[in-house]
């Protein structure tokens, strides 16, 4: 089984740029999508964006569009977020998570618990 780790959250103040790693341990089968998760306190969690480790370009959130970018280091087993002119409602608790599901779009609909693997979570706090 994969596992999963986070890093790279911190706090930053509006405008700046954080970037978020996702690196995999572990059997890598079956973890196709890698999707970023986002969830603040009292809210829904919501998918930021997703990659298909295979290749092609992610499918982001038209929240974070423009903003975020997911790039992956394959040989590295590490996926990136970098996150670029950040704002407060960008404040969250983010978690990547990896699993086979049918595309992209439904990897953005869905939430960390629907993939196999998770990780622990790393925060992003961003001041206004």
């Known amino acids: 089984l994969v596992q999963l780790v986070e890093s790279g959250g911190g706090s930053v103040q509006a405008g700046g740029s954080l970037r978020l790693s996702c690196t995999a341990t572990?059997?890598?089968?079956?973890?196709?999508?890698l999707g970023w998760f986002r969830q603040a306190p009292g809210k829904d969690s919501e998918g930021v964006g997703c990659?298909?480790?295979?290749?092609?370009?992610?499918l982001y959130a038209d929240s974070v569009k423009g903003r975020f970018t997911i790039t992956q280091d394959y040989a590295k087993k590490t996926v990136y977020l970098q996150m670029n002119n950040l704002k407060s409602e960008d404040t969250a608790m983010y978690y990547c998570?990896?699993?086979?599901?049918?595309?992209?779009?439904?990897?953005?609909?869905?939430?960390?618990?629907?993939?196999?693997?998770w990780g622990q979570g790393t925060q992003v706090t961003v001041s206004s």
């Open positions: 990659i298909y480790r295979g290749g092609g370009s992610p």
């Open positions: 998570a990896a699993g086979p599901t049918s595309s992209l779009r439904v990897c953005l609909r869905s939430s960390r618990t629907d993939f196999g693997s």
């Open positions: 572990g059997y890598m089968y079956g973890t196709e999508y």
